[in-house]
């Protein structure tokens, strides 16, 4: 233990991978800097390079010590590299793309790169610093030529958090295909003099050594990160010139940052007969979006004469259009009873009584949904009463939140509660009750007024400026054309007395919550009882380009397509996403992984 890996050193990664060997043709042996008795020897082969986890006894849990990813510009927009990775170092930034390729048949996000990737952007985005204490940290190397050879040789460029993702469409070969973007932000090394102590990474895959233990040897970025989350990036990234602005402050002593840190406060104690409860069921700490879809689905809701209470999924509703407007994803007891009172008054069924208390304790069981303030001895009987009095809170969990909290599955969950517990309330009035006006249509809401006065008349008026969104007209007539006015559904070419008609819908809507482009991709020339169906959510369009009923999957035909209109799975997922139709799960592939 103790090597350093020193930022901007060149190291000779060669096939003798003998950890022995000091230097190879007068580079240091990257096999000789990272040896460990505790981790396996590292890879550098592929461009995305887990290392393998180790159980930390001290947490309970997995704990991966670190991903290595390296970027090779040797062959990069070629149809084997169809990537060109951004480096900016001096402004701490790496634009990073996973590993699909052209060639992949298997659902975006499960060759071998991204899943990992996928898992990392997960751990980073933790909303609490407990949680970011677990996230792995990213290595980041950079391919570079030596010795008149562009193999075998890496730059160490340092350590990353990754910031956001993004699905993209890239090309090879004439053909598109999807992929993910990662935005990385290198973390500022000044504090260790540019160097990463390679005993950090160690300690992270040892059994015996301990979260704050691990954090000990951790760079001080790393912890400030750590402890602050995404808002500090600004002034933890590696920069060319230091700011002048003062830092994150910093609680210890600056002149001795290895002590052993406890850097987070105690954590929120729960409710010791819902923590029982909630044992007794299974807390999922590693909750999926595919998990969160099978437990919307099979929620416990009370039945009455054959009829399910629409209590739970009408509450889950009101939750999700709190993440949606970016609210406090957990309430106070008394705001609670207010607002989704209200809702279930107006949307639960006629002739049920009005029991807000019901799902705000036990919405629990859905593993979903925490309250806290409940005294341990009340916690057996609860009744309004007992909330009245205590005003506990309650919510979603942060895992829940935090997987929300992207329009994808967001957009699905709400289809899935709709579809299966709300079918015969009426949509728009429950979304616009929400302040949701748009999910229930896949172009979503596009036109606003503001009221100026009213006229006097037989009939009442009122006068106000309406604004809309304005299309590109080009691009539907160029869309039509290719097409012949056929109907990419069924192929109808409907006449008219002066020539032919179709419409051109958008795929991702242009209005609100979806605001989706205004481009080619994102359009189909449909006839109008497609279009309607289309926007209404009653068909959709799955993996394989098969139209499908959204009722009950039954298929209708082949999307037409044309090879000059180009059309983005993105846009297409999203769409089956409002259906709730998406496949937001991909099981990893075993061999596929990003190559160099």
Known sequence: MGSQLRLGEVLRSARNRDPSVPFIDGYPNIHHVTASQVLAQIQLSKGINPIAKAKAKAVGEWRRPAVLIRSSPWKAGTDETPWHDVFDLDNGRVRYFGDHRVDHTVPLGSTQGNAVLLEVLAEHQAVTPEERALAVPLLVFEAVSRNKTPKGYVKFCGVAVIEREEQIEQEAGGRTFPNYRYDLSVLDLSAEDDQVDWAWIEARGSAEVSVDDTLALAPRSWRRWVEHGHAALPELRRQATPPTGGRISDHSDPENDRSPLTLFPAPRKKDTAAASSIAATGMLEDLTAGMLMAKLRSLQVHQRNGRRSRHKPLTLLWAISRVATEKPHQAPWRQFREEAGGLLAEFGHPDSSVTPEYPFWHLQTSNLWEVHGVPPEEAEKPHAAMFDRFNPEGGLTDHAAQLLSDPYIRSQAVAVLREAYLADVDQHALMARLGMAGYETASGTTDSAEDLDEDQGPTRRRRGFISRIVRDTTLTIKAKALHGDRCQVCGLQLSTRFGTYSEAAHIR????????????????????????????????????????????????????????????????????????????????????????
């Open 509 to 596: 809507g242009l209005g609100r919550p979806h605001n989706g482009p205004d481009e080619l991709p994102n359009l189909l020339v449909i006839c109008p009882n497609h279009h309607v169906q289309f926007d209404t959510l009653a068909i959709y369009i799955d993996r394989d380009g098969r139209v499908r009923a959204t009722s009950d999957d039954s298929p209708i035909g082949e999307l037409r397509r044309h090879p000059a209109h180009h059309i983005s799975e993105a846009h297409l997922r999203y769409h089956r996403a409002l259906c709730g139709r998406d496949s937001t799960d991909g099981e990893p592939a075993a061999t596929d992984a990003r190559l160099p």
